[in-house]
């Protein structure tokens, strides 16, 4: 991910990601505004094979032998008849295109060796691969954009990828519906709705697939207008672990439904297109507003009384970045605004007043829509073709990243101590021997609005009191020195737990967390039982499972 102090010019190289909006735009002609991805309800019971499960390596789930309705592991002929059987390609050790189709976005995750890919191109794809993964007790993993910051889009077994079911078809009515198919990258959502003139929420990487976010959330630049990306589902398609091919919303399968909006993704079957409810794409304001580190202290209290409390047509995030052995940290805060620039800048200078002094460097500007999610995107400069990875389409110019990632929500503002924890915590990666060219810091999204205004019940995305949410990163260029990268971790690790007595102990599911031990909680708080009985309906033998599985 591209991060603050990036050349201009440099920054689409990177992975760009919804650190975009935190990103100080030069304001020379707007352009270059840059970026960073390199930021359980009762039901019909799933049949299938009864099942013991047991870890596989990459934290999937195994069928006992004694489980399986065939003997042994699928043999190359086996193989060969699931090649037969499905229309999409199915990609196995030592054949062509593997070592990209086993890819996941994070270079952490290559040395994940799945035993094979299908790449489903219709439901019944995704069925075909279910039963035989069924038969044969095979660990089994959906896969979308391949972001799973754990790597549990992966398996030793069979990706079933649903990447070929891509796609965003706009219907008429009032308001007009978009069906979209569960592989579709953001990029490509924003784009294919805007050529309608409509828009749904979402979050701000490019690359990250529609599938996970939405399934675990979807926070986005507009979120505190118009919701989760989650919040705007009216219905799905899923295929469950019985290979049943089902529609989930408010009146078939309702539960399924519920689970899917905010349950986290790969735990339910897999969602194969998603319908949503659409609004309009018109031109949107973007702001950039950076300040000395001096100032910090006071930005932060600005900011906290400013940007939960907005009006819905503002949202904001606020991005505190420093760099290993490096020298003074950054703040910026970033921003969209549904409405004119005069409108914007009187809200902005709320902030100013809030914080006791203008920024040093800011930008306002209003632009259209899908120019809007490219900036953000980190790919101003860019086309929506180019605005992915080489892999993924021809011309395509962002790379693959690496990344840990935590994450916290605040029900209440920080407290004097609770900001002067924060801006040691950053600043003590300056102390920390990384990664030359890596990077650390928080980034906080303002919450309130449309997000808060669905009970916590609703949907399984149960965090709606926050003020605000936050990540905590840290990144390195490809290649680093292990030890390095390990002294970046536990400095991330350690900010994280100092900021225990100021957060509200909820974390976001889809900035999911192998080291986070009371996740159940954390992700999903009072509405885990009836998460875990959605789970014992559909997919009563685990078929889909991973450390964190529900
Ligand atoms: C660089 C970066 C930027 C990000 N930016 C944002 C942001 O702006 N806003 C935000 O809210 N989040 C953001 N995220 C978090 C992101 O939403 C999650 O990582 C999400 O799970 C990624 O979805 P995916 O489809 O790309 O990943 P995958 O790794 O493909 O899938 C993630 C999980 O969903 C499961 N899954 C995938 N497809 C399906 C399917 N069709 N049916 C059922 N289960 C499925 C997988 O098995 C896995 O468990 C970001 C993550 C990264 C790494």
Redesign the pocket.
Known sequence: ?AEAGVPPGEQHRQ?P??RALLQFAAAAGGASLLSA???SASAPAAGGTAAVASRDSSGGTAMSAAAQAASGPPKAADWAALARDLSGPLIRPGESGYTTAKE???TRFDSLRPAGIAYCRNPHDVATSLAFVRKYGLPV?????????AG??STSGLIVD?TRMAGVSVSGGNPKTATVG?GTRLIDFYNGLAAHGRAVPG???PT??I???T??????VVGRAYGLTCDNVTSLQIVTADGQIRTANAKTNSDLFWACRGGG??NF???TSFTFTTHPAGDICLFFLSWPWSQAARVIAGWQSWAPHAPDQLWSNLHLAAAPGGSIPSIQVGGTYLGTVSEAAAQLEKLYAAVGSHPSSPFLESTTWLHAMLVEAGCASLTVKECHLPTQTAGGQLSRAS?YAKSDFFTRPLSGHGIGTLLAGVENLQRVSGAPGGSGGIAFDALGGAVNRVAPGATAFVHRNALFGAQYTTTWPVGSASAEVARQHAWQQSFWQSMRPYASGQAYQ???DPSLANWRQAYYGANYTRLTQVKAAYDPHRLFS?PQAV
């Open positions: 991910m992975a990601g919804r991805c390199s930021r996941l976005f994070d993993a959906a896969r979308c954009g391949g972001h799973s910051y549990w889009s649903v569960a979050g701000s990487c990250v697939g599938s996970g976010l399934l675990g959330g979807g926070i986005g993704g790969g079957g897999v969602v990344e889809n900035y999911i991973f």
